[in-house]
């Protein structure tokens, strides 16, 4: 079984830059896509970012040009570069993942708040 855990996150103020992290540990022989999201106060969670195992990315179109999604494959992590950030980008973050095998699963971390405010 796969296991998500973020580090990071934080109080920012307006305009500045802030990164989470996340590993997988466990059985990560089938580790695929990986990748953000996010859920504010009264709001659905919303996608922020995801990476393929090959490297490619997608984003929200709230965070494209802002936000920076990388991969460590060797290690199973998964960063989130987060610039020019804007009050609206306060939420927790959760990692996700999927998984392949034995059968496709879709993993969850506990999210990791991030604030910003003055």
């Known amino acids: 079984q796969v296991r998500l855990v973020e580090s990071g996150g934080g109080l920012v103020q307006p305009g500045g830059s802030l990164s989470v992290s996340c590993a997988a540990s466990g059985d990560t022989r089938c580790l695929s896509t990986m990748g953000w999201y996010r859920q504010a106060p009264g709001n659905e969670r919303e996608l922020v970012a995801f990476i393929t195992t090959h490297g490619s990315t997608y984003y929200g179109d709230s965070v494209k040009g802002r936000f920076t999604i990388s991969r460590d494959n060797a290690e199973n992590t998964i960063f989130l570069q987060m610039s020019d950030l804007r009050p609206r980008d306060t939420a927790v973050y959760y990692c996700?993942?999927?998984?392949?095998?034995?059968?496709?699963?879709?993993?969850w971390g506990q999210g990791t708040q991030v604030t910003v405010s003055l």
């Open positions: 996700n993942a999927m998984v392949d095998c034995p059968a496709r699963e879709n993993i």
